[in-house]
């Protein structure tokens, strides 16, 4: 892991939004915490000139590319092409000086480029090189995407930097493996790269691919048409080309008789942390976050406190983002403080924080989409007008206008407001797909 400091890293802001105001008895304490990272360099070198760093700054990332080769992909035919091509565009998008490699995923893993073990270092010699590598690629065989995932593992970690990020493309079903197989390459790699995974076609398993991203900490998607597989190959590489920091982590510490009941990420998507809690010394844990560029995120955080008189105060949570150092000490990046005040003034402890408000909705609405889609899929037809109409309710209120748009292709708007739907007798399962693969991207609290 890398010494990071000041000059190399960006720099990290904490904004806690929250109502501190408890009715008396009250003991649960909500709080989003905002976490801002900037001059990390996502917007502006790693777009406009992806193969240009400052001066005197050396790369320190290395990406592994893991394309689907099972024989799948050969039907139709432009799916292979879609996938070669893409993985063109995203090695025109990898940086001089990152370390790379290519990987052939069938019912096992193939070194495609560079081989015999290694990375290889970009430049405009070994892009072309691994190019020409990608159009000897050919599909046959199954598919076991652990076995994918535990070779990029080995390749990456055999490069000293401390930005480590894999992308996955897949057109089928993991049929080649055990789920248990696969949640076990998952476990393993977790904490040692970051991934990104895309379903292309319509014949995976939506809950593989969001899976594969949530363990890794990457973005899921779905790329219905093979045609779109290059723009959003590059768009991901050069998210991953700007991220700047690794391993950071949410680090919550909670006085004595304080618990943390949850902490989810909320935006840019809802992803559940509460279970990947690792113990940071008294009462403080440490929740993964991940690799981070020029970006915000927001974090829900519930604390339980102890029951307090009318008048007194306490620090129920102190936030800080933090990153590992070499001697195994941590860096604190930044901080911020959730607080509680117990009042006997209702007006103050009934208000319900606007950013609070709006993100327990957004969660809902992910929840009532999975529900809504795995109701209908088991027939249960009253069950999934209820929880798609109440989707749709909540993204008209929310603003959330994208998620909006999916839900329309899957039940007929009769009363937005009102969350009246209709189930759509046709849907195109491409159109199910994308809702559920996007079903957990939120918006933002309108200002």
Same mark, same amino acid.
């Given at each position: 892991?890398?010494?990071?400091?000041?000059?190399?890293?960006?720099?990290?802001?904490?904004?806690?939004?929250?109502?501190?105001?408890?009715?008396?008895?009250?003991?649960?304490?909500?709080?989003?915490?905002?976490?801002?990272?900037?001059?990390?360099?996502?917007?502006?070198?790693?777009?406009?000139?992806?193969?240009?760093?400052?001066?005197?700054?050396?790369?320190?990332?290395?990406?592994?590319?893991?394309?689907?080769?099972?024989?799948?992909?050969?039907?139709?035919?432009?799916?292979?092409?879609?996938?070669?091509?893409?993985?063109?565009?995203?090695?025109?998008?990898?940086?001089?000086?990152?370390?790379?490699?290519?990987?052939?995923?069938?019912?096992?893993?193939?070194?495609?480029?560079?081989?015999?073990?290694?990375?290889?270092?970009?430049?405009? @010699?070994?892009?072309? @090189?691994?190019?020409?590598?990608?159009?000897?690629?050919?599909?046959?065989?199954?598919?076991?995407?652990?076995?994918?995932?535990?070779?990029?593992?080995?390749?990456?970690?055999?490069?000293?930097?401390?930005?480590?990020?894999?992308?996955?493309?897949?057109?089928?079903?993991?049929?080649?493996?055990?789920?248990?197989?696969?949640?076990?390459?998952?476990?393993?790699?977790?904490?040692?790269?970051?991934?990104?995974?895309?379903?292309?076609?319509?014949?995976?398993?939506?809950?593989?691919?969001?899976?594969?991203?949530?363990?890794?900490?990457?973005?899921?998607?779905?790329?219905?048409?093979?045609?779109?597989?290059?723009?959003?190959?590059?768009?991901?590489?050069?998210?991953?080309?700007?991220?700047?920091?690794?391993?950071?982590?949410?680090?919550?510490?909670?006085?004595?008789?304080?618990?943390?009941?949850?902490?989810?990420?909320?935006?840019?998507?809802?992803?559940?942390?509460?279970?990947?809690?690792?113990?940071?010394?008294?009462?403080?844990?440490?929740?993964?976050?991940?690799?981070?560029?020029?970006?915000?995120?927001?974090?829900?955080?519930?604390?339980?406190?102890?029951?307090?008189?009318?008048?007194?105060?306490?620090?129920?949570?102190?936030?800080?983002?933090?990153?590992?150092?070499?001697?195994?000490?941590?860096?604190?990046?930044?901080?911020?403080?959730?607080?509680?005040?117990?009042?006997?003034?209702?007006?103050?402890?009934?208000?319900?924080?606007?950013?609070?408000?709006?993100?327990?909705?957004?969660?809902?609405?992910? @929840?009532?989409?999975? @529900?809504?889609?795995?109701?209908?899929?088991?027939?249960?037809?009253?069950?999934?007008?209820?929880?798609?109409?109440?989707?749709?309710?909540?993204?008209?209120?929310?603003?959330?206008?994208?998620?909006?748009?999916?839900?329309?292709?899957?039940?007929?708007?009769?009363?937005?407001?009102?969350?009246?739907?209709?189930?759509?007798?046709?849907?195109?399962?491409?159109?199910?797909?994308?809702?559920?693969?996007?079903?957990?991207?939120?918006?933002?609290?309108?200002?």
């Amino acid at each position: 892991m890398a010494n990071f400091s000041k000059s190399n890293v960006p720099q990290f802001s904490v904004d806690v939004y929250q109502n501190e105001y408890l009715p008396e008895g009250g003991r649960e304490v909500n709080a989003i915490a905002t976490v801002t990272s900037t001059g990390g360099g996502t917007v502006g070198a790693a777009v406009s000139a992806p193969h240009l760093y400052s001066a005197g700054q050396t790369p320190d990332a290395a990406v592994a590319i893991m394309v689907d080769c099972s024989g799948s992909m050969d039907y139709p035919p432009t799916k292979m092409r879609g996938a070669r091509d893409a993985t063109s565009a995203a090695i025109d998008a990898v940086r001089d000086g990152v370390h790379f490699a290519v990987i052939g995923g069938t019912h096992v893993a193939k070194e495609v480029y560079p081989g015999n073990g290694r990375l290889a270092v970009a430049d405009a @010699q070994t892009r072309e @090189q691994a190019k020409q590598a990608l159009r000897k690629l050919s599909a046959g065989g199954g598919t076991a995407i652990g076995t994918w995932l535990r070779l990029a593992d080995r390749l990456l970690s055999s490069a000293d930097v401390s930005i480590r990020h894999g992308i996955v493309l897949t057109d089928g079903r993991n049929e080649h493996e055990s789920p248990e197989d696969l949640q076990a390459s998952l476990d393993a790699c977790a904490g040692r790269f970051t991934c990104d995974a895309r379903g292309v076609g319509t014949d995976w398993e939506v809950k593989e691919v969001t899976g594969i991203a949530s363990a890794l900490l990457g973005t899921a998607d779905i790329v219905a048409d093979p045609s779109g597989l290059a723009a959003d190959f590059t768009q991901m590489m050069e998210a991953a080309m700007g991220k700047e920091v690794a391993d950071v982590s949410l680090r919550l510490w909670t006085p004595m008789g304080s618990e943390i009941k949850f902490v989810k990420q909320v935006a840019p998507t809802v992803e559940e942390l509460t279970g990947r809690r690792t113990e940071a010394g008294p009462r403080a844990g440490d929740y993964p976050t991940g690799s981070w560029g020029d970006e915000s995120r927001d974090y829900h955080i519930c604390v339980e406190v102890p029951d307090a008189e009318l008048g007194q105060e306490m620090l129920a949570a102190r936030v800080s983002l933090i990153v590992p150092q070499p001697d195994g000490s941590a860096q604190t990046l930044s901080q911020g403080l959730v607080r509680a005040v117990w009042t006997d003034d209702m007006s103050a402890s009934t208000s319900i924080n606007p950013q609070v408000a709006h993100y327990t909705g957004q969660a809902e609405l992910a @929840q009532v989409i999975q @529900q809504g889609l795995d109701a209908r899929k088991s027939g249960d037809m009253d069950g999934a007008t209820a929880k798609l109409g109440r989707a749709v309710q909540l993204a008209s209120a929310s603003g959330n206008e994208d998620t909006a748009k999916l839900l329309s292709k899957v039940v007929d708007v009769v009363d937005a407001v009102a969350g009246t739907v209709r189930l759509k007798a046709r849907v195109a399962e491409a159109d199910e797909m994308t809702l559920e693969t996007r079903s957990t991207k939120t918006v933002r609290v309108k200002k």
